[in-house]
């Protein structure tokens, strides 16, 4: 069963330094995702990627934050200047679309857990 | 905006036992509906869905079904499992005005103790 593949499952890294998060979405997939995991807290939608351009991002997803798709498989996301709060678990997803069903469900993958110290 | 919310946790019930998660949204179109498992050390899983009311759906032994007359969706298992021990998201995509983002509730976590 095709799948969302996120790498690395945790990453640590010191409070400034930037960091990348990659995912591999399923192949036929046309709508990508991140989303984040404060400890404890609900899941929160960072941003949404579709036709090679960013079709909606929150109030989260500030100027630190960035993603791209790098080539035919890959979509990252890239924080420049890491926060002690920007500590959670990354969720990336992928979705289909059909035009006569509307969008299926998102896939997420697996997480990022990211730690800043 | 949309909004889902969701039973407040965490529930813990013995095996056998007849569960209710409660779910609600405020949405401005028509909203597909979720539930969301994780399970611990994983990500998220689809657990089921409906996209039009009075649609119910159903996996693993769970239900929900799409009430529009009051805005919920509520989750319920028969017999649940000591394997069913998870933290159960509910979430709302609405796409009548192009927005395909999910918008989750806080998450209710369950615990089954034999």
């Known amino acids: 069963e095709p799948e969302v593949t996120q790498t690395p499952s945790h990453q640590v890294t010191q409070m400034g330094q930037e960091v990348i998060l990659r995912c591999v979405p399923i192949s036929n997939h046309l709508y990508f995702y991140w989303y984040r995991q404060i400890l404890g807290q609900k899941v929160e939608f960072l941003v949404s990627?579709?036709?090679?351009?960013?079709?909606?991002k929150s109030e989260i997803f500030d100027d630190q934050f960035s993603v791209e798709r790098p080539d035919g498989s890959n979509f990252t996301l890239k924080i420049r200047s890491t926060k002690l709060e920007d500590s959670a678990m990354y969720f990336c997803?992928?979705?289909?679309?059909?035009?006569?069903?509307?969008?299926?469900?998102?896939?997420f993958g697996q997480g990022t857990r990211l730690t800043v110290v | 905006g949309n909004s889902v919310t969701q039973m407040e946790g965490p529930v813990t019930l013995s095996e056998e036992a007849f569960l209710t998660i409660n779910c609600t949204y405020t949405a401005t179109g028509y909203p597909s509906l979720f539930w969301y498992v994780q399970y611990p050390g994983e990500g998220l899983q689809l657990l089921l869905k409906?996209?039009?009311?009075?649609d119910k759906g159903s996996n693993k032994g769970f239900e929900a079904t799409y009430r529009k007359e009051t805005t919920s969706f509520h989750l319920e298992k028969g017999s649940v499992q000591v394997s069913d021990s998870a933290v159960y998201f509910c979430a709302l995509s609405d796409l009548s005005f192009g927005n395909e983002k999910l918008t989750f509730g806080t998450g209710t976590r369950l615990t089954i103790i034999p």
């Open positions: 997803a992928s979705s289909d679309f059909g035009y006569s069903e509307g969008l299926t469900e998102a896939f």
């Open positions: 990627f579709y036709n090679n351009e960013i079709s909606e």
């Open positions: 409906a996209t039009k009311a009075d």
